[in-house]
């Protein structure tokens, strides 16, 4: 059994402010203890079930916060960027059983710790055949193309009550409870470890893999906070503007779906100027 770790850290055991998760600060350096106690939680829990093999998926900013050298030794990890499927690379070689979003966040313009799809401001929604859409929900649809169940989901409360829509059947566990966008109350690193590794030992019964679900096709609709991000975002071949602030956009497959939304959110933030946006 093989499981694929999506390992974002938005929603880490006790991450609730943008210092905390943005590299180089102080803050983001103590955080990554937190975080990486999570996915690492999560690794142990999954060997604990039966699984002969994990690999971890770095999806947090740059992708490279993780802290390789306090990883269970049996695990492996992709860290760095500029990869096809971004957030759930490598679920695309038809080996994984299962995924798991670890530390994952609600969507852009919803309730939610450090709520946002993908741009950390700019876009204030996103919609997938007119269902408001969080990065799990899209990655969800991602994995189903490669009959790969989503088992278990980490986060705060809204999060894992975000998950009940595109995978109820996962093992959720909830690190913290939102109060803001900047606020949450938030259990023990010791604590939200012991939740994780028993819900990701849970997760394995979950992990089997299914026939490729084809869905499409898939409209994604895109809200930006400024005019200009929608004009920009128009340069991506099949990007039409719907509106003032509005683009979308239709691909046969989630697969082109996502790479199509990563090439949307890339020109949109080169157009992003200080202060301004």
């Known amino acids: 059994m093989k499981i694929l770790i ?21 803050q ?30 770095e999806a947090h900013w740059t992708m490279r916060n ?24 490598g679920v695309q070689h038809g080996d994984v059983d299962g995924i798991a979003f670890v530390g994952y966040h609600t969507g852009a313009g919803t309730a939610g710790v450090l709520a946002h799809t993908y741009l950390a401001n700019s876009i204030t929604g ?16 991602v994995v189903a193309e ?7 989901v980490t986060g705060d409360d809204l999060t894992c009550a975000d998950a009940e829509g595109y995978a109820p059947a996962a093992r959720k566990v909830a690190v913290k409870d939102h109060v803001s966008r900047y606020a ?16 990701a030992k849970e997760a394995c019964a979950l992990a089997r893999r299914a026939a490729p679900l084809a869905g499409g096709p898939f409209t994604v609709e895109i809200e930006f906070d400024a005019e200009h991000l929608a004009d920009a975002a ?17 691909e046969v497959t989630m697969y082109q779906g996502i790479r199509t ?11 992003v100027e200080e202060q301004y946006g």
């Open 28 to 57: 983001w350096e103590r955080c990554r203890s937190m975080f990486t106690s999570d996915v690492n939680a999560a690794v142990l829990g999954f060997f604990d079930g039966g699984a002969d093999e994990v690999l971890i998926n």
């Open 261 to 271: 939304f990563k090439a949307v959110t890339t020109v949109a933030s080169s157009a």
């Open 146 to 152: 490669y009959g790969v169940p989503v088992v278990l």
């Open 66 to 89: 993780l802290l390789l050298e306090r990883l269970d030794e049996r695990a492996q990890m992709l860290t760095g960027k500029h990869k096809s499927l971004s957030m759930v690379e």
């Open 234 to 250: 128009t340069v991506v071949p099949g990007v039409e503007r719907t509106g003032e602030r509005r683009v979308s956009y239709t």
């Open 6 to 26: 999506s390992a974002d850290m938005e929603g880490a055991t006790g991450v609730t402010w943008p210092a905390d998760v943005l590299p180089g600060t102080p």
């Open 126 to 141: 996103v919609w997938l055949n007119g269902t408001r859409a969080s990065e799990g929900l899209l990655n969800a649809h």
């Open 184 to 199: 949450a109350v938030c259990r023990t690193p010791a604590r939200t470890a012991g939740d994780i590794r028993a819900a």
